[in-house]
């Protein structure tokens, strides 16, 4: 039986403190992507037509928005896709995006669904970055503050995960072993 890791001991707030400081977020990436705020405001409504377009086209993900007030979906992805331009990503930051990944669970949206859609939150962050002074500095730190987001989101559903597994085997400790076949 393999032993049990450190990392293991990392919860809830610490564990997004930890991604945080994983993902070496500095000021500097905070400044750079501030600035392109009016930027990424601009292609808000086109990045959140692309996303819904591509959602609706493919049936498995067109039957979660069914009876959903789509101006409200749209406004909370541009909301989303904005805060990545906000400049800071602290604690408040990843509780906000961590919510986020909590409403999908609570949904019963499987992940592979909003990681798949990545592409096209890369492909706008990546056309802003470009309209940069500095292309590469602000490409960079569009790129952590995406993975943080991406590593939040997918926290959110380990820990529903976890919990539930965790409750059904009598502990967290042996459901973390069931899940590494240990």
């Known amino acids: ?17 930890e991604l945080i400081l994983l993902m070496g977020l500095r000021a500097e990436d905070g400044a750079t992507l501030k600035a392109l705020a009016p ?4 292609y808000g409504p086109t990045l959140t037509k692309t996303f819904y377009d591509r959602l609706f086209a493919h049936a498995n993900t067109a039957e979660y928005l069914q ?15 904005m805060g990545m331009f906000a400049g800071v990503y602290d604690r ?3 509780r906000q995006r961590l919510h ?3 409403v999908h669970v609570k949904v019963g949206l ?7 859609m990545i592409d096209v939150v890369m492909s706008f962050g990546d056309q802003i970055a470009n309209e940069s002074s500095e292309p590469a500095v602000a490409l960079a730190a569009f790129q952590k503050v995406l993975s943080l987001d991406i590593a939040i989101f997918n926290q959110a559903y380990e820990d529903h995960q976890l919990r539930h597994l965790a409750e059904l085997v009598g502990g967290e400790r042996l459901a973390r072993r069931l899940l590494t076949g240990t």
């Open 39 to 42: 930027k990424a405001e601009a």
């Open 92 to 94: 408040d930051y990843a």
């Open 1 to 17: 039986m393999s032993q049990d890791r450190t990392s293991w001991q990392i919860k809830d707030e610490a564990a997004l403190d």
């Open 67 to 81: 009876g959903v007030d789509m101006q409200r979906l749209h406004s909370m992805v541009q909301t989303w896709f």
């Open 110 to 116: 499987p992940v592979r669904y909003p990681l798949a």
């Open 100 to 102: 986020i990944g909590e």
